[in-house]
């Protein structure tokens, strides 16, 4: 056996990696690391077009300065307007706008009425002039608006609240006094 054992050794041919050398392993090691970062490029740039596109799609909208500029004409007329939700807006034909909005009234009971105002643009000074209010279906004095007039050139230096407001449901199952939750996903609606 021993002669056999000799034999195969030396018929044998040795399959072994020629080593490699030092330039070798470091390009490799730079491959590998550089694969590593695109790799990592790719999923943060991902991750930061999911947070853009999550934070985008929750954020609330924003509404023109007219609406601002009504909303808080709006809450010199309810008595208590901390309570006040305006759960719509609607552009009428003649320029003006019509807000409904939901209050508490001084008795506790919530109130859904309408405010319509309208602003025109004045050609001379290029301003937002107030030339009618109308609050349910009581009509504004003239007087009344033109002393509100006055009070506009505030409103372009202090910051309005914009926010679109989120529409009230069409059931009365899923009308809820919680307004925050409108914009909450519900996964189990029994809860």
């Known amino acids: 056996m021993s002669e056999e054992t000799e034999i195969l050794k030396q018929t044998v ?17 730079k491959k590998a690391k550089s694969k590593k970062t695109i790799k ?3 999923i943060g740039g ?3 077009f999911f947070g853009y596109a999550f934070w985008f799609l929750m954020k609330p909208y924003k509404a023109t300065a007219t609406y601002g500029i009504c909303r808080s004409l709006l809450e010199l007329y309810v008595p208590y307007p901390n309570t006040i939700y305006v759960s719509e807006l609607k552009p009428q034909r003649d320029g003006s706008m019509k807000l409904w909005f939901t209050h508490t009234g001084a008795f506790g009971e919530y109130r859904m009425e309408s405010f319509q105002c309208k602003l025109v643009n004045n050609p001379e000074t290029g301003i937002l002039e107030l030339t009618a209010l109308k609050l349910h279906k009581v009509q504004i004095s003239a007087e009344r608006v033109k002393y509100l007039n006055n009070a506009l050139p505030y409103f372009a230096e202090n910051p309005l609240v914009l926010n679109w407001p989120i529409q009230l449901p069409d059931s009365l199952n899923a009308l809820h ?8 996903i519900i996964i189990n609606p029994n809860k």
């Open 46 to 48: 991902f991750l930061l």
């Open 177 to 184: 006094f919680d307004f925050d939750k409108f914009r909450k």
């Open 13 to 29: 041919i040795a399959e072994e990696k020629p080593k490699a050398s030092l330039a070798d392993k470091l390009k490799e090691q």
């Open 40 to 42: 990592r490029v790719i």
